[in-house]
């Protein structure tokens, strides 16, 4: 019998995977048993993905998440979610708050889930910090870098998640200014204005 939370017999389930997004990642070796994560699909950690980008915006930010996972055990390393207006931060997307979360690993063996296509900046990081495979969700709303890393040796596969894609359009034209903003900075929305 298995002390930890979610075990081989809990379902995956929607509400179980935004109880993992939610989660602090440190917590999440005590409450997550190996063969519940190893149940869970490229599919299940891009939806815990999107289930990050969705807090963002309930937090008033930018709908943007992502998660990294270690590719062979698949424990999550580090989960994060676009934080610029919340901690008015100019560069902390769902990737680098994700990496930062993860800490100093060794990223060649990881991957990526970003619930939208990265950015330029995102992009280069993923590139600088050697993971060897990112895993996009939506590139009908953003897409642009997926070439870049492909050219530095990155894997990059295309999952899109249809509630992923659908937040991020809803947000793009609920707020374009801020999404000028997340792309190109302050400087973009007062030309454009």
């Known amino acids: 019998m298995s002390d930890s939370l979610f075990s081989v017999d809990t379902p995956v389930t929607i509400p179980v995977l935004n109880a993992i997004a939610h989660m602090p990642t440190a917590s999440l070796p005590v ?18 993905a999107v289930l990050l980008a969705q807090k963002s915006l309930d937090e008033g930010g930018c709908p943007i998440g ?4 270690d590719q062979k055990s698949r424990r999550i390393l580090g989960k994060g979610h676009n934080t610029l207006v919340q901690e008015n931060h100019p560069y902390n997307h769902g990737e680098t708050s994700a990496i930062r979360d993860a800490g100093r690993q060794d990223f060649s063996r990881c991957t990526l889930f970003t619930s939208l296509s990265p950015c330029e900046v995102c992009a280069t990081l993923v590139s600088m910090r050697g993971f060897s495979r990112v895993v996009v969700g939506d590139v009908t709303s953003a897409c642009g870098t997926e070439d870049l890393l492909r050219r ?3 894997q990059v596969d295309i999952l899109e998640d249809a509630r992923g ?10 707020q374009p200014a801020l999404e ?5 900075g302050v ?7």
Do not use: H, N, P, T
């Open 165 to 174: 894609v659908e937040l991020y359009a809803r947000f793009s034209q609920q």
């Open 152 to 154: 530095k040796g990155v």
């Open 187 to 193: 400087a973009a929305v007062a030309r454009k204005a």
């Open 180 to 184: 000028l903003e997340d792309w190109q």
């Open 66 to 69: 992502a998660v990294i996972i």
């Open 31 to 48: 409450l997550l048993d190996d063969a519940f994560i190893r149940r869970l699909s490229d599919a299940d950690f891009m939806r815990i």
